[in-house]
T-cell receptor
């Protein structure tokens, strides 16, 4: 079945770059997403990428997609303590509103001052 | 424009009781999705509803769980005869009709079964 894998933990120092990696198995994935979850809160959509793109940049966030290897990464430049959260990778076949999202287990990012 | 509203935020139930979780989608959204997050896990899809219709319930346990989204009022996720394994965070998301990339999630209901 479809599966999304992420490393569980990442620790960085404030000001460094963070890179969170994700692999997925569904070759028909059309959209790939990164969500952020702060403690006790719901999920906030950070960014998304279409499968026909290989890179997307949005301020401090850079998403890289290697469709051949089914590998997705999220780079956060100049990481701040407020970036500490759990980051979820997710994929879907559609635009997210006609089907369900398949989530990874999340990567817990800890930012040390 | 309020976001997706879920209530209650926290719910404690004894084994065997019923749990009712409510979700009001964003204004203008007519698609509702329920997800469950077990401790240390990612979110797992449960059910996708539109007004008065269940579109996809492939992630719903076969017994004790049901969901509805009536013409008027919030969507309800109902768990009958709860067991300890039902303890989880339950998230609702909504999206507009005709599409929309990604969803808007609510803050979740954290169910604890004692």
């Amino acid at each position: 079945g479809e599966d999304v894998e992420q490393s569980l933990f990442l620790s960085v120092r404030e000001g460094d770059s963070s890179v969170i990696n994700c692999t997925y198995t569904d070759s028909s994935s059309t959209y790939l997403y990164w969500y952020k979850q702060e403690p006790g809160a719901g999920l906030q959509l950070l960014t998304y990428i279409f499968s026909n793109m290989d890179m997307k940049q949005d301020q401090r966030l850079t998403v890289l997609l290697n469709k051949k290897d089914k590998h997705l990464s999220l780079r956060i430049a100049d990481t701040q303590t407020g970036d500490s959260a759990i980051y979820f990778c997710a994929e879907s076949d559609y635009g997210g509103s006609q089907g369900n999202l398949i989530f990874g287990k999340g990567t817990k990012l800890s930012v040390k001052p | 424009n309020a976001g997706v509203m879920q209530n209650p935020r926290h719910l404690v139930r004894r084994r065997g009781q019923e749990a009712r979780l409510r979700c009001s989608p964003m204004k203008g959204h007519s698609h509702v999705y329920w997800y469950r997050q077990l401790p240390e896990e990612g979110l797992k899809f449960m059910v996708y509803l539109q007004k008065e219709n269940i579109i996809d319930e492939s992630g719903m346990p076969k017994e004790r769980f049901s969901a509805e989204f009536p013409k008027e009022g919030p969507s309800i996720l109902r768990i009958q005869q709860v067991v300890r394994g039902d303890s989880a965070a339950y998230f609702c998301a909504s999206s507009p009709p005709g599409g929309g990339l990604g969803y808007t999630f609510g803050s979740g209901t954290r169910l604890t079964v004692v």
